[in-house]
């Protein structure tokens, strides 16, 4: 019998899609099949990409990838969360912390016991209902404890802040140690089969020819398979999205070291915050259409922790997707395949889930449609739902002293969207839409934190006493208080656990 398996794969680009890409191939896939990976050092990579979500913790876990190693080989440190900082109006701060707000009382979610007594002006502030949110405000860690299951402890949420180069750099590790062969150069040629289209094999400036069944093309905003070869085609969303470039510079660290990203609106984009071990990551993300990028860099440049370690850099974008992620034998991978700004971190989420995805539907050398069209509604639903959390930050705002807010304060949103704030503003309901990335809680901090207030509750609310609502929220408050008090700071516990200087004395 013919052997129906791809084993030859091809992929192009070594940034952190690349060899991520290959790090998880080498892991699913047994010694017979062939792995290629080809990047150019003169190309190089994006460069940018350093805070993640907690389902990294997922792919980390699936390579069995040690934590304190994987962290010190980073520079990483933890993340709870990101603070948005002017995003509601100028003045005012938030957080979107990962993990659970307070503790549900049978059927109906916490928030609605807070909401009912925050109506009544018998509240205070929400961050206390959120252990996440408390301690990032403490500048307290601790990853959550299974041992400690009726304690809010048990809920903490954590993802990391890492250089991504590092990790590439660690990953690269990884996957050559497993078999997967790297080779340095350009792609000068893309050959394709003459009926089919499917692309057989990429040629080196240097003559080098590497063939394949399976492409996956991880070369960045270039998409070299998937668009300049394939012409696939890309959707634009930049009408809801209007950021279209980012400048970006890393800086001295300064204390205290925050366990969270910070986003803080500006005039005309919002400015991001990544404190590692040994540096703090900055950007910031704008329209070109409202300010230029000198202006844009004398911005960030203004407003560093310390003294920048670089000179600032400028990267252009279009927000979007493109119109099939897996096109013929091609799939995109990373920012190939579409990009939405690091607002939320979901980049490398992003490409971690475009691998599993491309695992389960690892196809045969037949390549079945119904297959690719499957991947490719899977990977719309998820971009599309992304996009609409990324708006909803835009768009609620009360922000009225600029063009640009003005603009997104104004424009028209997807109908998923207006429904979603519709349905929050009568009663606070959220519901998590199938498998989307971000559950009711990720919407509800947006929502509440960019300052819509639902008119109503949940009825179920009324089924307690005001006095026992008032009991539960004020225990919810005063339990999560003395779990923050006793967490160690995020610094002392990076010193004491995963102090990246250790790797280098050890
Ligand atoms: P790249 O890093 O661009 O790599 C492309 C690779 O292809 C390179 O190795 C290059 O050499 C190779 N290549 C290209 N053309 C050729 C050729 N002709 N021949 C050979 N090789 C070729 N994500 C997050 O999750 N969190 C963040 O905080 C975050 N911040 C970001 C901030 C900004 C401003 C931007 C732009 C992105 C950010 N991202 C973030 C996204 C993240 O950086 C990317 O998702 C990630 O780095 C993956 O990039 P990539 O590997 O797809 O592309």
């Known amino acids: 019998m013919q052997d129906q398996r791809v084993r030859e794969v091809v992929i192009v680009g070594g940034g952190t899609a690349g060899w991520m890409t290959a790090a998880a191939l080498s892991k699913v896939l047994s010694k017979d099949y062939s792995i290629r990976l080809v990047e150019s050092e003169e190309i190089g990579t994006v460069g940018v990409g350093e805070a993640t979500i907690p389902l990294i913790k997922v792919f980390n876990t699936a390579l069995e990838l040690d934590e304190q ?14 603070e948005f900082v002017n995003w509601h109006q100028l003045g005012d701060s938030y957080i979107h912390g990962f993990g659970k707000i307070g503790q549900d009382l049978g059927v109906v979610p916490f928030y609605h016991y807070w909401l009912k007594l925050h ?3 018998l509240v205070g502030h929400f961050d206390d209902y959120s252990i996440n949110t408390a301690a990032a405000r403490a500048n307290k860690f601790l990853p959550a404890r299974s041992d400690r299951p009726n304690s809010p402890i048990a ?16 990953l690269r590790g990884y996957a050559e140690a497993r078999g997967v062969v790297r080779s340095e150069g350009k792609v000068a040629t893309v050959e394709q089969h003459p009926e089919s289209g499917f692309v057989t094999a990429v040629t080196l400036h240097s003559g ?5 069944q ?7 905003f270039r998409g070299l398979l998937i668009e300049q070869t394939l012409q696939t085609g890309y959707i634009d969303w930049t009408h809801w999205l209007p950021c279209n470039r980012a400048v970006a510079v890393p800086c001295e660290s300064a204390t205290p070291l925050t366990p969270y990203t910070r986003s803080t609106a500006r005039k005309a984009g919002w400015q991001w915050r990544i404190p ?10 704008f329209s070109n259409d409202f300010i230029s990028e000198d202006e844009a860099t004398a911005i960030l440049l203004a407003n560093l922790d310390g003294k920048p370690l670089a000179d600032p850099r400028v990267l252009s974008f279009v927000t979007g997707k493109r119109r099939k992620f897996w096109n013929k034998n091609v799939v995109a991978v990373g920012l190939a395949s579409g990009f939405m700004e690091p607002l939320e971190s979901t980049s490398i989420h992003l490409i971690q889930s475009a691998i599993a995805r491309l695992t389960a539907f690892f196809p045969h050398a037949g390549f079945e449609q119904i297959d690719i069209d499957e991947f490719n509604a899977h990977s719309d639903f998820e ?3 992304i996009r609409d959390f990324l708006i909803l930050h835009y768009h609620a705002t009360d922000r009225t002293d600029t063009p640009f807010w003005n603009y997104c304060r104004n424009m028209d949103i997807p109908d998923s969207l207006r429904h979603k704030m519709e349905l929050f503003r009568s009663n606070g309901r959220i519901f998590r839409d199938g498998g989307e990335l971000f559950a009711e809680p990720s919407w509800v901090q947006v929502m509440h934190g960019q300052g819509l207030r639902p008119r109503g509750y949940h009825a179920l609310v009324d089924a307690q006493t005001d006095e026992a609502i008032r009991k539960h929220v004020d225990t919810v408050r005063a339990v999560i208080a003395n779990c923050v008090q006793a967490m160690p700071t995020h610094a002392d516990f990076i010193a004491k656990h995963f102090d990246a200087k250790a790797l280098h004395a050890a």
């Open 69 to 82: 190693d994987f962290v010190r080989r980073t520079q990483g440190s933890f993340k709870l969360g990101i």
């Open 119 to 121: 109506q009544q002006g």
């Open 155 to 170: 809920d903490i949420g954590y993802a990391y802040h890492f250089d991504a180069g590092l990790y590439a750099r660690f």
């Open 208 to 212: 080098e020819r590497i063939g394949g």
């Open 214 to 220: 399976l492409f996956i093309d991880c070369s960045g």
């Open 276 to 285: 590692l071990q040994h540096r703090t990551g900055n950007g910031h993300v």
């Open 383 to 385: 971009f599309d739902k």
